[in-house]
């Protein structure tokens, strides 16, 4: 194929995006950063109260039609509420509690491949907050999935106002105060309309998140 027949290829058609791949490498790293984590003092752990409240900021960068991962940039910013499930359960390095939140995202700002800003939320988080930890650090892996919705198309052409949201992986309580922690997170993210579009293009990207937690 001659390199002129190579450039004429539509983006859209010539990106995959290789979503088992890279999902399972996040989850991947999540589960060795929670396994080198030592327990050391029990009673010191920051997800012992049953509800769990945090105000949090996070930048995403991914691809939507190509396969750079600086096409498209979304900065958020919202509100979680989180409620325990259970007590301490499972053996070793997946012992833990289940948390199920929600979160409201008021802040939903995408720049790069198109400017435009939108409101969010998340009925589904479910967090697991791993027993292994020391007297100041404690490490969580979360799923979660929601919507957004728009002024504008987004991605933009014949797709939706309105996208569902999907993330996973996890981060670090970092003790800070009588129950009071904060929150580093590294998620991979998915934004999609799932076919409410003539077309459905997809962004997938990485996510950097910090929060600070209340726990009660």
């Known amino acids: 194929m001659s390199n002129f027949e190579l450039m004429s290829i539509p983006p859209v058609e010539a990106r995959r995006f290789?979503?088992?791949?890279n999902s399972c490498q996040v989850f991947v790293f999540l589960i060795v950063a929670c396994s080198i984590?030592?327990?050391?003092n029990p009673a010191s752990r920051v997800t012992s109260e049953n509800w769990d409240f945090s105000v949090w900021i996070a930048g995403e960068t991914g691809e939507e039609t190509s396969n750079s991962f600086a096409q498209a940039q979304i900065w958020t910013a919202g509100l979680f509420a989180g409620?325990?499930?259970?007590?301490?359960?499972g053996k070793g390095w997946g012992r833990g509690k289940l948390e199920y939140a929600v979160d409201f995202v008021p802040a939903f700002e995408t720049y790069g491949?198109?400017?435009t800003h939108g409101i969010g939320f998340d009925p589904v988080i479910l967090r697991w907050n791993s027993a292994l930890h020391t007297s100041r650090v404690s490490p969580y892996i979360e799923l979660s999935g929601g919507g957004v919705w728009?002024?504008?198309?987004l991605p933009p052409g014949r797709t939706s106002n309105f996208n569902f949201m999907a993330k996973g992986g996890g981060g670090l309580y970092l003790r800070t105060q009588h129950r009071q922690a904060l929150d580093l997170g590294l998620h991979w993210s998915h934004?999609?309309?799932?076919n409410l579009g003539a077309?459905?293009?997809?962004?997938?990207?990485?996510?950097l998140s910090i929060a600070y937690h209340w726990f009660r």
């Open 18 to 21: 290789s979503f088992g791949k």
């Open 37 to 40: 984590v030592r327990s050391q």
């Open 83 to 89: 409620r325990m499930l259970t007590d301490e359960t």
């Open 113 to 115: 491949n198109q400017r």
């Open 150 to 153: 728009t002024p504008v198309n």
């Open 191 to 194: 934004i999609s309309n799932a």
């Open 199 to 207: 077309d459905n293009y997809e962004f997938n990207g990485i996510q």
